[in-house]
Structures are given as structure tokens and as C-alpha cells.
């Protein structure tokens, strides 16, 4: 019967430092670790190995509910599976552990709370850009290629001197960028030869 930790931030930018010493204070005798996306289909090696890992008797150690996932079906998959090879989950920042009958209950109703969060934030998003939209904003990213560019650029190409590709580090854009607000007479735009 052994405690098995498993830490798992999104980004590179992130640390495991919290997580790896709290796993630790908690009595985790060995901890599987990784940089990945909690999506689902996402590429989790390290979280694979911790499952390989666990034994019956054993116990799978997170600090937080959201290192395991974000949808309730897969959450409720996993309990499901760690009952049937009879391991047991235990979410430190919860109090959860899911061998006692109040754990299994609290994670099931946390898990619920968090997938209905999720789907009221997709709700809200989508309502906010169908209301942006009904006053005529379109949503994206915004333009970074100026007038004054596209002026200096078109401006470069009239000469008929320089290149695309001579006209893109001139204005500081890219070359595709360039290609889409070149206005020509002729269809085919100088390159580099």
C-alpha cells in the first residue's frame, strides 16, 4: 500500500515546485511528473506510467482535481477504474479520499460543479460574441499590419525595384502578410531570385 503522487502543469512557463512539495508532505513515495495539456487526447506519457504503476492497495495522489482533468465523464472513468483495481484517489487540497464513502460523494459532487463552471464559461463566451456581433464587431485578433504599411509597402512595389521579400523586412511584416494587401497590375508579385 503505497501513496502515488502525480503533478502536471499545462505550459512550459509553469513550475511543479508547489505541487512536487506537497506530493512530498503528503507522503508520496514516488511521484510521476510532467508538462502536458489536461485535455482530453492530449499526449500524457508520465500520466500513463503513474497508472501503469499503481497496485491494488495503492493510493493515486493529487494535489487538485484539476490535475486530473476537466470533464466529469472521463473524472467519473477514472474513479470508476481506480475502484475496479481497487486504488484508491486522494485530491489534497479537498480532503478527499475516495475510500471512504463521504470522499467518493464530495469528489463526485466537485467534479459536477466543475464540468457545470466549464459549460457556463463556454455560455458566456458564446453570448458575449453573438451580442458583439448584433452591434457589428467581429471578434479575433486584431490587425498588426498598419495603413502606414501597407501605404509604404504598396508604395515599394510601385517602383517595380524591390522584391516582396525586400518590401516585407523593409515594412517589418511578413512576406504573406505583404502578399495579402499588395494591390498589383499584374497577377504575379516579384520574388527573390
Known sequence: ?????????????????????????????????????????????????????????????VTELSRLGRNTGDLGRLLDDLDDRQVGLKILNLGVDTRTAAGRLIFTIVGAVAAMERDLLIER????????????RVGGRRR???????????????????????????????????YRYLKSSDSTPRTCE
Open 1 to 61: 500500500m503505497a501513496d502515488i503522487g502525480y503533478a502536471r502543469v499545462s505550459t512550459p512557463e509553469q513550475s511543479l515546485d508547489r505541487q512536487l512539495d506537497d506530493l512530498k508532505a503528503a507522503g508520496c513515495t514516488r511521484i510521476f511528473a510532467e508538462t502536458a495539456s489536461g485535455k482530453r487526447g492530449a499526449h500524457r506519457p508520465e500520466w500513463e506510467a503513474c497508472l501503469g504503476h499503481l497496485r491494488a492497495g495503492d493510493s493515486l495522489v
Open 125 to 136: 463566451t458564446h453570448s458575449g460574441l453573438a451580442a458583439a456581433r448584433a452591434r457589428g
Open 144 to 178: 498588426s499590419y498598419t495603413p502606414e504599411q501597407q501605404r509604404e509597402a504598396q508604395q515599394l512595389y510601385d517602383t517595380g525595384q524591390v522584391t516582396v521579400d525586400q518590401i516585407a523586412r523593409a515594412v517589418g511584416s511578413s512576406v504573406t502578410t505583404v
